[in-house]
T-cell receptor, first 116, second 118 residues
């Protein structure tokens, strides 16, 4: 099956620092990756759509300068939370759609960010 | 824009019994896909079942089946012979059948927390 790996699974950082989360498709190429944010016991909120080789498309209300997304290759997308603050603490999940596939999404394990 | 609504924040069921989780959606598209995902405490999203809108037959996967009512825009999940391992948060999700740069984008419902009692 298709595997998507996220790293790190947990990260704690100080307020004002930047944190990078990686999302890799291990056994398939992913033209498109999606980044979601999830608060406890709530739904997944789509933050942005990441397409390889082009700028990410952000959902309304998501600060593109705060959440930098880079999709430099067909197997890697990164989310950088810049100048993190405690309100950025959340669970971030990436998903990937296989290039040329049916559009089925494969999810990473998620990354829990805690900003002190 | 498409919306997905799950009106049951929490549900509970006795082990071995049957439970149905509700989901309604709103769309003007004719080509789309519907999904149920399970999110256990590990937070890993697991695909439970998938339904193509063009298919009249309801999808089934072992103990999981759906009741897809296209005209009513309803997509409920039935879990038969519930097991302790079924305890999780369940999300209903919609995906457009259209292509483009957002191909694969999912819209999720609010989620239903399912508790299974031994």
């Amino acid at each position: 099956g298709a595997v998507v790996s996220q790293h790190p699974s947990r990260v704690i950082c100080k307020s004002g620092t930047s944190v990078k989360i990686e999302c890799r498709s291990l056994d398939f190429q992913a033209t498109t990756m999606f980044w979601y944010r999830q608060f406890p016991k709530q739904s997944l909120m789509l933050m942005a759509t990441s397409n390889e080789g082009s700028k990410a498309t952000y959902e309304q209300g998501v600060e593109k300068d705060k959440f930098l997304i880079n999709h430099a290759s067909l197997t890697l997308s990164t989310l950088t939370v810049t100048s993190a603050h405690p309100e950025d603490s959340s669970f971030y999940i990436c998903s990937a759609s296989r290039t040329g596939g049916t559009g089925e999404l494969f999810f990473g394990e998620g990354s829990r960010l805690t900003v002190l | 824009a498409q919306t997905v609504t799950q009106s049951q924040p929490e549900m509970s069921v006795q082990e071995a019994e049957t439970v149905t989780l509700s989901c309604t959606y709103d769309t003007s598209e004719s080509d789309y896909y519907l999904f149920w995902y399970k999110q256990p405490p590990s937070r890993q999203m697991i695909l439970v079942i998938r339904q193509e809108a063009y298919k009249q037959q309801n999808a089934t996967e072992n103990r999981f089946s759906v009741n897809f009512q296209k005209a009513a825009k309803s997509f409920s999940l039935k879990i038969s012979d519930s097991q302790l391992g079924d305890a999780a948060m369940y999300f209903c999700a919609y995906r457009s059948g259209l292509g483009g740069t957002s191909y694969g984008k999912l819209t999720f419902g609010q989620g239903t927390i399912l508790t299974v009692h031994p």
